[in-house]
């Protein structure tokens, strides 16, 4: 397993101690201990996010194609949207401990619907793209012990009305593979 | 690097910590650089690269093992301690961390307030000041009396900034001030930055390990490897004409929010991990892990030069 997950002399490094290791290898060696037991789902919760830019697009790579290999589906749970973009097919947007919206990679960066999808695309800083201004979402995210009745979006919505603020809207079924939490969906979806 | 004088120059920068008799961690080794007045320079690298220690010997809150640093002509190692604290007025910081960086037993008016005491400036007109300074990067003057934990950690790096601020200075070490925050609220505090950039006419180094908040908000980069800068470029050349083999390699490992570049780009090819700088080799740093590496380059050290306008690289395989 260690072979596999490409550390170095791996027939040394079994007798090692986690802080004889570094994060990237650590990282590895949990890996190659999810994988041992051939599962059929692999939970990975933000696995990159400590690691330094290039290890991380080391261990992202391993992990994509051991899974592969092993025909192993990924739930992968980050905030980094790149990441997403490399590894994922389908993706949840969450927002305030609910799934907003629902739908495969490609639609949700070309075509987002809830207007929280939309607005976290548009704040992030693009590499190559020179800009005065990122555009950001206002305010602050809510606290969780105090969300408000309606949509938990709804004060640092832009598109919000009277509705949003009273009850919050369900889950519903955009188009095939496309579902989204909002009363009024960007991108052609009925606005 | 001729030119007009900068602000900041810093020649032959090095900062050793010994470990034992035997083990000398370099981490910095030979850095040259300037930093124009009104400019940003970023310093972008990964951890452990010695961006964070650059930024702190510029301030003189560490000593340097040797090499040169002025501040507007004036070299800093030639001080004395009062002459030196005069200076601090002219340069400030800002922390990455923003919790463990306001002290949490003083309100937000008296950590504004500190800095003006120190520096015996704004006598009798202090208050008016602070109201000034929270009023201007987006924060309520009633806040003045409320503690660091009462805040989320966007404002209170906001509080950073304007604790940075109040002593009206010239030059600003922003430390990954950005780095701990989430990304709806860190792009907030890069608008915010960018905009007191101007306003207060400020030169700044801004460290951060993500190349494109960095890109986002610096007029110039150099990208740092184990304690040397590899390459240095106008922000907007960087993206687009790298030489290094360092950069090229940082730039393609960087997730891009676009699925259709990500999902067609070939698999990352750079291997190993950076080389440790207790007692690294004598050759050049990169050495391990590079792809492009010949004869020289495992017992030299490559300099920068001048590959084109404002464009300097580190590499013998480049010349």
Redesign the interface.
Known sequence: MLRSTEIPSPEERVKNYPHEM?G??RQRSMIAMALACEPALLIADEPSTAL???????V??LMKELCRERETAILLIT????????M?QRVAVMYAGRVVEYTD??TL?SRPAHPYAE???R??????T?????????G??PQLNRLPPGCAFEPRCQYSSERCREQAPELKRLREGHEVRCYYPINGGGR | MNESRGLVEVRGLCKYFPLSRRRILKAVDGVDFRIRRGEVLGLVG??GCGKTTIGRLILNLLPLTSGEIEFDGVRLSELSRSEMRRMRRRMQIVFQDPYASLNPRMTIGNILTFPMKVQGLYRGKRRERVVYLLERVGMRASDMNRYPHEF?G?QLQRIGIARALAVDPEFIVADEPVSSL???????V??LF?ELQEEFHLTSLFIA?D???V??ISDRIAVVYLGKIVEMAP??VL??SNWHPYTR???????????????N?P??S??G??TSPINPPPGCRFYSRCSVKGERCKEDQPQLVEVGKDHYVSCFQVN
């Open positions: 570094s990237g290898m330094d830019v290039t290890v991380q697009a080391q992202l790579k905030h980094d949207m790149g990441v997403v973009a490399r994922c990679v490609h960066f607005a976290l695309l704040s992030l800083p693009r590499l190559g020179k800009r005065n201004r990122l555009d950001s979402i206002e602050q995210p | 990964e951890s989320s966007g989430d990304v709806s609220i860190q792009s907030q890069l608008n960018k390990h190349l494109s908040v890109e986002f922000s907007r993206y687009k390699s940082l730039l393609s490992a960087i997730p891009l929010p676009d699925p259709k570049i990500e999902q780009k698999p990352f750079l291997t991990e950076a």
